[in-house]
């Protein structure tokens, strides 16, 4: 079974553009969550999608969104994009979170200059 | 608020060596998971073991299993027979219906010796 498959792997941005980022789960998983990494800030979450519903989201600004589409896929996208916005963007799958655990992808770096 | 407590940043350990990394958390729910993950260089962060907070036995998998006390709030990992590729940060996690996310401690670095 594939496992959680995001792209790109790298991206350089420069400040004030926008970027999207995308994750494949795997299959038969409708649920995806996105978390941010950074050295200062560690592992934070952003948002939850569950059957194209976001479920839950964490305390990110609004310039933070993402979407999630019919076939379980993900998109998170950040606009006007900050320095402080580069970090390691993950991706993790499961069938329902709540009763199953989270399988991550490789995840995206994302760098802002 | 529920937080996680990693409060050993770096460990070190020779191979075929046991060591114990520490976690401790904290809560109000009485329902909820735990969770260790690896994090090697490749960044895919691999679940190592889960501990349902309902269970009394600590789960076991292979080379790893957790010293889960629930009263005392502390979940630690201990790596058996260790292995060079055991070296990564390793995450602990708490997973809880109030919350619906996972929080993570800060990590320990874990080197394995030669």
């Known amino acids: 079974k594939a496992g959680v498959t995001q792209t790109p792997r790298y991206l350089i941005k420069t400040r004030g553009q926008q970027v999207t980022l995308s994750c494949s789960p795997i299959?038969?998983?409708?649920?995806v969550s996105w978390y941010q990494q950074t050295p200062g800030q560690g592992l934070q979450f952003l948002f939850e999608?569950?059957?194209?519903?976001?479920?839950n989201k964490g305390n990110f600004p609004g310039r933070f969104s993402g979407r999630q589409f019919s076939n379980s896929r993900s998109e998170m996208n950040v606009s006007t994009l900050e320095l402080g916005d580069s970090a390691l963007y993950l991706c993790?799958?499961?069938?329902?979170?709540?009763?199953?655990?989270?399988?991550f992808g490789n995840g995206t770096r994302l760098t802002v200059t | 608020a529920q937080t996680v407590t990693q409060s050993q940043p770096e460990m070190s350990v020779q191979e075929a060596e046991t060591v114990t990394l520490s976690c401790t958390y904290d809560t109000s729910e009485s329902d909820y998971y735990l969770f260790w993950y690896k994090q090697p260089p490749s960044r895919q962060m691999i679940l190592v073991i889960r501990?349902?907070?309902?269970?009394?036995q600590n789960a076991t998998e292979n080379r790893f299993s957790v010293n889960f006390q629930k009263a005392a709030k502390s979940f630690s990992l201990k790596i058996s027979d260790s292995q060079l590729g055991d070296a990564a940060m390793y995450f602990c996690a708490y997973f809880g219906g109030a919350t619906n996310k996972l929080i993570f401690g800060t990590g320990t670095l874990l080197a394995v010796q030669p």
């Open positions: 993790a799958s499961s069938l329902d979170p709540y009763n199953s655990p989270l399988h």
């Open positions: 299959s038969g998983h409708r649920s």
């Open positions: 501990q349902e907070a309902y269970k009394q």
């Open positions: 999608y569950f059957s194209e519903t976001q479920r």
